[in-house]
């Protein structure tokens, strides 16, 4: 890549909160259709994508481990909403509440995911170091290398 001015940091550090999202439509777009356990493809987005975005740049490999902690959760959250589902549709009994519990749980997953990268994205593009709530840093060999002697978190 040419050389980076200091105008289109910002955007590219947006942009990289935008790419799982990106993992996830692309994902959707090969299925056909959406399908709960494509949430595993969440991760791939920044993992991929943020790498090419984030370059040399100590603001963007920030940027990428946050956003990489926030898809790995989320994918997480999703597998495990997929299980309640699964449990509660091929069981009978007591356990068909898991059905309402899991819908439920998807469609709050659903807003919860869009509206947060959407949010850091802004916050991003303003230039501001992003924090995702609710959000604990995953160990260092499933978010890549972070830079020497820094701390993402």
């Known amino acids: 890549m040419g050389a980076e001015t200091n105008d289109e940091s910002p955007i590219r550090d ?3 909160h935008l790419t799982p999202l990106v993992a996830l439509g692309v994902s959707i777009a090969i299925a056909g259709r959406p399908l709960l356990w494509l949430v595993v493809v969440l991760p791939f987005g920044p993992l991929l ?3 090419l975005l984030a370059g040399d740049r100590l ?7 946050v956003t990489i902690d926030a ?12 299980a ?11 356990l068909l509440m898991f059905v309402a519990l899991g819908t439920i749980g998807v469609l709050l997953l659903a807003v919860n995911i869009v509206f ?3 949010v850091a994205a802004n916050d991003a593009r303003k230039g501001s170091e992003v924090t995702y709530p ?6 260092a060999w ?12």
Do not use: C, F, Y
Request: aromatic fraction near 8%; charged fraction near 10%.
């Open 14 to 16: 947006a942009a990289i």
């Open 49 to 51: 994508l943020g790498r």
């Open 59 to 65: 603001s963007g490999r920030r940027h990428r481990a």
């Open 71 to 82: 898809a790995v959760w989320a994918s997480g959250a999703g597998l495990g909403l997929w």
């Open 84 to 94: 309640l589902l699964w449990v509660g549709l091929n069981t009978g009994g007591i």
């Open 116 to 118: 947060l990268h959407l």
């Open 134 to 139: 609710w959000i604990r840093p995953v160990p």
């Open 142 to 153: 499933l978010r890549g290398s972070t830079p020497p002697g820094e701390s993402v978190h």
